[in-house]
């Protein structure tokens, strides 16, 4: 595939810069165009990501600060919104956040979710 | 940190699963995907994500992705205190070490642990499950009662798999456990995200306008490094910008920003 990475490096680093250049590049295409994904590249996105996540433990231990997403469906469109707005890996750092609505509302969750602390 | 079900019902699944595969192989240890109930052969066979494997390529590159779907972590734990998955609690779920412990590959059974963490709900009928009367009064000639909605034990699933679990049993885990909340997804929820059980659990679904058939946000929640929640949100769609008009989807209004806590 011509327009991702150099043939020689198919599985390497540049290879998977290629391959998520490609696939951000529907940024700037009409909502919904096919991304034109080789079906090597695709078999190789499997087997190494499957090597990644069974190397790591099915109970993850993660730390914070972190981004939470749920359910993308599909909607490839909607999941590159997500990332322009929540920031690209690894890129990600928390936005400075004045506007968390009222500062009441925060003590609020803060003395709901604290409860047994304050309670004990 | 995401929760689940990349797969199914959208018209990109495959650009969608293979851009969250390439970030996780490119960011290992800083980049992580849990499964949901449609990382599963039997579920995205019906829904979707084998129909387009099989047009732009082919049956094969389907199995090839629900082999990886079945190396999946089903469950994550955030600095000890915040515990997510993408459907919900187990009532054979007594110690963390059983998840820690389900083999993998594995194919998501009917019924048991790994079948509830990808498919159970917090009970929605808020309404008559269990309400008591906790005390009445007489006032002005008519007589009032204050009620409190319980929402209590474990109850049948609408899905016709898993189960539905209630407050009671959220506050229990987290008190056995010595956690502060639940994180899932799961249940298409009007704001983007939804508390549950006093805020002891959240729903988050980040697929705006779902389906084209809801009018939903999207959400995507923040903790910060003293485990402060916050939530931004995908702005729904307009009828207009529905019917056809969505050419700015991938760069319009996002706005919007809920506040939460530990």
């Known amino acids: 595939m011509a327009q991702v990475a150099n043939i020689n490096d198919v599985g390497g680093e540049g290879w998977i810069d290629g391959i998520i250049e490609l696939l951000l590049s529907a940024r700037n295409k009409k909502p919904g165009t096919p991304v034109d994904l080789q079906a090597n590249d695709a078999t190789l996105l499997c087997t190494q990501a499957r090597e990644v996540f069974l190397a790591q433990p099915m109970l993850l231990e993660l730390g914070a600060p972190i981004k939470i997403c749920g359910d993308v469906h599909g909607q490839y469109t909607d999941l590159l919104r997500l990332f322009e707005y929540g920031g690209f890996p690894p890129e990600v750092r928390l936005m400075p956040c004045p506007r968390y609505g009222s500062l009441c509302e925060i003590s609020t969750f803060v003395m709901l979710l604290y409860r047994p602390i304050i309670c004990f | ?262």
């Not at chain 2, 579920?43 to 779907?69: A, H, L, P």
């Not at chain 2, 205190?81 to 993408?86: F, G, L, N």
């Not at chain 2, 959400?219 to 019917?243: E, G, H, W, Y």
């Open chain 2, 1 to 262: 940190l995401f929760l689940g079900d990349y797969v199914d019902r959208g018209k990109q699944s495959l650009e969608v699963v293979c851009l969250l595969f390439a970030y996780k192989i490119k960011y290992p240890e800083n980049f992580f995907l849990l499964r949901g109930n449609h990382e599963c052969a039997g579920i995205n066979r019906i829904y979707g994500f084998y129909d387009e494997c099989r047009r732009r390529f082919s049956v094969k590159m389907w199995k090839q992705f629900c082999n990886t779907f079945n190396c999946l972590p089903c469950t994550a734990v955030i600095d000890d205190k915040i515990i997510c998955m993408h459907g919900g609690l187990s009532p054979e779920l007594s110690q963390m070490e059983q998840i820690a412990n389900i083999a993998r590959p594995c194919d998501v059974p009917d019924t048991g642990l790994l079948c509830d963490i990808l498919w159970a709900d917090p009970d929605p009928s808020i309404t008559v499950r269990c309400v008591k009367a906790t005390s009445c009064s007489f006032l002005h000639g008519r007589l009032y009662f204050s009620m409190v909605v319980v929402q209590q034990g474990w109850g049948e699933n609408d899905r016709g798999v898993s189960f539905t679990f209630g407050g009671d049993v959220v506050r229990q885990f987290l008190r056995r456990h010595d956690l502060d909340l639940v994180v899932r997804a799961h249940q298409v929820v009007e704001d983007g995200y939804e508390f549950f059980a006093g805020r002891e659990l959240v729903t988050v679904f980040s697929a705006p306008n779902y389906c084209g058939e809801f009018d939903n946000a999207g959400a995507m929640m923040t903790v910060d490094d003293t485990l402060m929640c916050s939530f931004q949100i995908l702005k729904p769609a307009s009828a207009a910008q529905q019917r056809g008009n969505y050419a700015g989807g991938g760069r319009q209004g996002t706005a919007g920003r809920g506040g939460g806590g530990r």
